[in-house]
């Protein structure tokens, strides 16, 4: 391989196929002296031969008109094949490395005759990332060799993780979740598709490492508020937000909420509704608030129960815990509620400093979390301790201020164009990378980019992990299978 060019950070090396091994992403050294230069792959293409197209119709022709081989006596033939097969390698030029150090406005060129050109394994790029954490999370593997990050890089950081359906975001997801448990942080997950409820087994049903320091919470059977728990901000929060209520509604509510509590002492859902029946209100603001309390009461989430644990004694913990929030059979509105509880209650916490700065894991966060709550969360809330990793197939329901603010993207395969184009604005690295390479990963390959990998983008094939990572999907044709099965186990029992 021979350096060809060089445009901007594009670097074109020319290479004949015999010398290809590269697959797009992969990082290529190209050295010189003490000098080196780290080159990403984005794509491999035919070299443009000058005159090659009249040379092939020549050739294409002659073969049509003679079948006889050409007379070559000194096998020039194959010479000027090799040449035509040509292939340039187009990389993208990510940093140089002098001595043991990065230097990032280096001019220096390597020489286009003189310098070497190798692949670069997973210890060389993490040597030049300097990762040096504490606490390693092993990722999977770069061109066969181990690779790890550091947990630290997700900690007040934002992070994304996107990629179409079914390749792998989720699983991801659950590894580094897991490792974060196991080294004590407490990670809170908005469970859409119910798939993080089984993390406290292993695959073979044993126990595991988290077994301990894993908690299911369902809204409306383990998981309940009180009235007053919930605060009067927050439940107008969830009145105007959630229910759509109308301001003169919400405003008389905001005043029978305090008459409440002035008189009685505390506020219970029941007593809001009996005063809301008893006062002189217009007619169409009654209606209004009682089929929203009503609505609220049914979902048994919100309830007057004097036995029922506070949210922060659930959320209490010693040496890391993952406290997952079923919202998968939850109607939308209910979702929506609880997450509205959920992230004034964490914020009211944080901000007391009660709690310990926690990693929050939302899936497809655009079905239940409100537009107003996307900066919030990562501007004031992250600076409270919250360290929000979002993951989604739909990049474009990520409002694209959240991307511009992303440390971290964890980016799995996209073919769609649209899709593509969404994830490119990604500041931290140039859209033509990511939509070559990422167009061609295969599934369960992601490209890390970001501050995790200290802005030198990498691909890494994900490895397996030994919990139960099966959501509870419902599979017509598996239900029937098994109800096939079972009898025929118990005629063999019988016979
Ligand atoms: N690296 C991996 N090793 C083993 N299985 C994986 C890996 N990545 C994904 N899977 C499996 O592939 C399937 C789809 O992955 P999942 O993470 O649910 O996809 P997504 O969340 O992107 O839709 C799941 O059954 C998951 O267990
Ligand atoms: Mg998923």
Redesign the pocket.
């Known amino acids: 391989m021979k350096i060809f060019s060089k445009q901007k950070d594009t670097l074109d090396i020319l290479a004949f196929p015999s010398e290809i091994v590269v697959e797009k992403g992969q990082y290529l050294v190209v050295s010189e002296g003490d000098k080196f230069m780290l080159a990403q792959v984005v794509d491999v293409s035919y070299a443009d031969i000058p005159g090659i197209l009249e040379d092939m119709l020549r050739e294409v022709s002659l073969e049509i008109v003679n079948h006889e081989n050409i007379f070559d006596p000194f096998d020039m033939g194959s010479l000027t094949v090799m040449i035509k097969e040509a292939r340039i390698v187009r990389c993208k030029i990510r940093c140089i490395v002098e001595g043991d150090r990065i230097v990032h406005n280096s001019s220096w060129l390597p020489s286009r005759f003189r310098s070497n050109i190798s692949a670069a394994g997973a210890d060389l790029l993490r040597s030049v990332m300097k990762l040096a954490g504490k606490r390693k999370i092993h990722i ?1 593997t770069v061109g066969g060799e181990d690779f790890w990050v550091d947990a630290e890089s997700f900690d007040g950081r934002l992070t994304i993780i996107t ?13 580094i979740s897991t490792a974060l448990v196991e080294y004590g942080a407490l990670v809170i997950v908005f469970d859409i598709n119910g ?1 993080y409820v089984n993390l406290n087994r292993r695959v073979d049903g044993g126990q595991s490492s988290i077994a301990l320091r894993h908690e299911v919470l369902e809204p409306g059977k383990n998981f309940k508020v009180r009235t007053e728990d919930v605060g009067l901000r927050t439940f107008m929060d969830i009145l105007i937000h959630v229910y759509d209520t109308p301001s003169s509604s919400s405003r008389e509510f905001f005043r029978i909420w305090n008459a409440v509590k002035r008189n009685r002492g505390k506020v219970t859902l029941k007593d809001l509704i009996e005063i809301i029946q008893k006062t002189q209100l217009h007619e169409s603001v009654k209606e209004a608030l009682m089929s929203r309390l009503m609505a609220i009461e049914a979902t048994g989430i919100i309830t007057d129960d004097e036995c029922v644990t506070s949210f922060e004694d659930v959320v209490k913990c010693i040496g890391g815990k993952m406290l997952v929030i079923n919202l998968r059979d939850l109607l939308p509105s209910t979702r929506r509620m609880v997450v509205e509880y959920l992230l004034s209650k964490l914020t009211e916490l944080l901000q007391a400093r009660r709690l310990p700065p926690i990693f929050l894991v939302a ?1 497809e966060a655009h079905l239940y979390l409100r537009d107003t709550y996307w900066d919030d969360i990562v501007t004031r809330m992250r600076h409270l301790g919250l360290s929000p990793i979002f ?1 989604t ?1 739909q990049p474009d329901s990520i409002p694209e201020t959240i991307y511009r603010q992303a440390d971290n993207v964890i980016l ?1 395969n996209f073919t769609n164009e649209a899709d593509l184009e969404a994830i490119a604005k990604t500041s931290r690295i140039d859209s033509e990378s990511v939509k070559t390479i990422a167009a061609s990963l295969p ?2 390959y992601c490209l890390l980019i970001g501050y995790l990998v200290k802005d030198i983008p990498v691909v890494v ?5 030994d919990v139960e ?3 509870k999907t419902r599979l017509f044709f598996e239900l029937s299978d098994r109800q096939l099965h079972i009898p025929k186990v118990v005629r063999e029992q019988v016979a």
């Open positions: 999977g990629g179409k359906k079914e390749t792998g975001k989720s699983h991801i997801m659950k590894l798939e899936e993951v197939n799995f599934p369960r094939k994900v490895r397996e992990i990572t099966m959501g």
